[in-house]
């Protein structure tokens, strides 16, 4: 009866005169504030503010939760900053009638509450939300290149103070139902069962506001907002370029120069957002989140769900990847030659659920589903089953004859390969077209990507129930085509080893990573070489290297020979401290960069990327650009390296790889594919 429903809105009245109005937005699976929601929503306040009830209680009939915010499609189309000022304005307004409603209102919060719906949410004068896992509240805007603009950056700080405000805003981060209410975004928690409860107590006492503590209250005093502005901007320049990325640098000065009229103040943040919309890196950063939908879209194809899985080999990865489907709820067998070589995935593992569940029985009960199992009696019983040994392919042939008896028939067969290709793997099965490469990035815990590898007689099914278990434990799947190197590692690679050939050639390591980060890296390659090890680096250059014709530079072989394998050995091209921190040197201060590191750098990666794109690795462009930015962090402001390639020029960046190739050397002739661009 609910989808035949044409409206978002339900309202009933209980026999206490309470409202209850949910949201239940028609043939869509999440909430979100489309026009015809805000629309209704502003119908129904006219009603209730005519004739006001005891209270009103504002929920979702939503399994996955309350409500995620703006319809991000619609930022996409509007094409001016009067547009998007107006449409803003308007929500404003709507949420500011819901504030002065003449009785209590409670939003009740479960699964998400996220950038528009914690707005509207705040814009309640309570907050209850559900005490499970599944509950994250947060304003993510920023993620978009835009900060919270229905009212949300002003009454958020109202409600707990600038500084824990700003650090919601600014990191963009969701707080779980216990965080939410420890820093008084949520005025109560309570169980699923005891919501109801809750609410109407709520309502029937109507407990005073919680407050900030006057401290925090004395800091948004004008005097002072200059320097809590200083302060605020100082930390986050850590983490974020203001050239690259404007938003939160916008949202610091708005606070710090809010007027001191309150309608005001909303109008000012209105204004700032309509601004940001139109800007570049928000308009990237939003066609990325929706090439994020399409990404997760993948795992839809197919309803397989896992409950047990296998993973074989115990080392940094294997171990990681076994955590990690452990903490999302999945029993997990690890299997390994031996106790001792299992003993430091498990306390690996330990260490990650104790750092995000934070709650005794919750750790305790992630540690239990993952279970040491040297024997290997879980590949019998597990729904997948994922390969995860060293990087040699008689070795996992080997392992692969073993275990293929043993596998239930509708059990995945995965391997976690970074670089051999699925048809020399699968020549030992008696089913080849079974296997299905599922290559997760390090650290597995952050990095979002898996490439969902099929080769060439890969039967459709496998990729589908791969990709479905992927979106299981919470991860974005990418099918790619069997390659030496797939698409990430087979683009990384020569990007890594042109910055390891300019270190060779005298170029110091600071300038090179400083290119790169300069651009918008994470981290520079030299970094990055070593964060992944030295060794490894050498391992898939030489298995890549025939393939693409690569030059591997001597100086990592010589690395590798002196033990010098980078973080994890100490030293690489860097040193590192007993805890692991680069222990960083200055540029010599004769030194002068031409420019043409940064070029060297991004143009070995483009080249590449329209090689992949040419040989039909990735289905399209836009893939491409997902997988990059999903499975590196390349510079996400600049919405990917295909869109940033037609964002230059087709015939520019050509030409530079000409220039560079003459002047350079051959590695930077332009690849197959760039005519196709043209």
């Known amino acids: 009866m609910t989808s035949r429903r044409k409206t978002a809105w339900h309202k009933t009245v209980d026999g206490g005169d309470i409202v209850w109005l949910t949201l239940d937005v028609p043939k869509s699976q999440t909430n979100t504030l489309t026009v015809a929601v805000i629309t209704e929503l502003s119908v129904v306040l006219d009603a209730l503010t005519e004739a006001p009830p005891k209270g009103l209680v504002v929920r979702s009939a939503k399994e996955n939760g309350f409500l995620a915010g703006a319809d991000i499609n619609s930022f996409a189309e509007q094409q001016s900053v009067d547009e998007t000022y107006a449409a803003i304005r308007q929500v404003q307004d709507i949420f500011t009638r819901l504030e002065a409603l003449p009785c209590p209102t409670v939003a009740l919060i479960h699964g998400f509450c996220l950038g528009g719906g914690l707005e509207l949410a705040l814009a309640c004068d309570y907050r209850v939300a559900d005490d499970a896992m599944n509950t994250r509240i947060g304003l993510p805007e920023v993620k978009l290149g835009i900060h919270p603009g229905y009212g949300g950056s002003v009454r958020l700080i109202e409600a707990v103070g600038v500084f824990t405000a700003m650090n919601i805003m600014l990191s963009g981060r969701a707080l779980s139902a216990r965080a939410a209410k420890k820093v008084t975004v949520v005025d109560r928690i309570a169980p699923n069962r005891q919501l109801e409860r809750v609410v109407r107590d709520v309502i029937n006492i109507s407990p005073k506001k919680q407050q900030t503590p006057r401290w925090q209250r004395v800091l948004g005093a004008t005097l002072l907002r200059p320097l809590i502005a200083f302060v605020i901007r100082r930390q986050t320049k850590k983490q974020a370029n203001p050239e690259h990325y404007p938003a939160p640098f916008d949202l610091i000065e708005l606070w710090q120069k809010q007027p001191a009229n309150r309608q005001d103040y909303f109008a000012a943040e209105a204004l700032s957002v309509a601004k940001l919309i139109q800007t570049d890196t928000a308009q990237n950063l939003v066609r990325l989140f929706l090439l994020q939908d399409r990404l997760k879209a993948f795992g839809k194809q197919s309803k397989f769900k896992a409950q047990h899985v296998h993973v074989i ?199 090179i990573d400083k290119a790169a980060t300069d651009f918008g890296m994470p981290m520079g390659p030299i970094e990055l070489a070593d964060a992944v090890g030295l060794d490894i680096c050498l391992s898939v250059a030489t298995i890549l290297a025939p393939s693409f014709d690569l030059t591997v530079p001597s100086n990592l072989d010589k690395k590798v020979s002196k033990k010098q394998l ?21 540029l010599p201060t004769d030194y002068a960069d031409s420019g043409t590191i940064q070029q060297r750098l991004i143009l070995r990666l483009i080249n590449e990327c329209v090689a992949c794109l040419d040989e039909g690795i990735v289905d399209d462009a836009e893939l491409l650009d997902a997988g990059m930015v999903f499975g590196t962090g390349f510079a996400p402001f600049r919405g990917g390296p295909m869109h940033y390639l037609q964002q230059q020029g087709v015939e520019t960046l050509t030409q530079q790889l000409e220039r560079l190739c003459s002047d350079i050397g051959s590695q930077f002739k332009p690849n197959s594919g760039w005519e196709d661009l043209s």
């Open 566 to 586: 980078g973080r994890k050995s100490g030293r690489g091209f860097y040193r590192y401290d007993k805890h692991n921190k680069r222990i960083i040197t200055s």
């Open 313 to 511: 080999g115990a080392g940094i990865m294997g171990g990681d990847i076994a955590a990690w489907c452990a903490l999302r709820g999945l029993t997990v067998t690890l299997q390994d030659q031996s106790a001792a070589q299992i003993a430091p995935a498990i306390k690996r593992a330990h260490t990650l659920f104790k750092r995000r569940f934070k709650v005794a029985h919750l750790v305790q009960a992630a540690v239990d589903r993952l279970i040491p199992d040297v024997a290997g009696n879980g590949v019998a019983k597990a729904d997948v089953v994922i390969e995860a040994i060293f990087e040699n392919l008689e070795a996992k042939q080997a392992l692969f004859k073993t275990i293929e008896p043993q596998l239930r028939t509708d059990a995945v067969l995965a391997t976690n390969t970074s670089s051999i290709p699925l048809e020399s793997l699968a020549e030992c099965l008696k089913q080849p077209k079974r296997l299905v490469g599922l290559h997760f990035f390090n650290p597995v815990a952050q990095m979002q990507l898996v490439e969902i590898v099929h080769g060439k007689t890969t039967l459709k099914k496998w990729q589908k129930q791969a990709a479905a278990f992927v979106r299981q434990i919470g991860r974005l799947p990418l099918p790619v085509q069997s390659s030496p190197g797939f698409l990430v590692n087979r683009i990384l690679m020569p990007y890594l080893l042109e910055a390891v050939q300019m270190e060779q050639e005298g170029i110091p390591i600071l300038a």
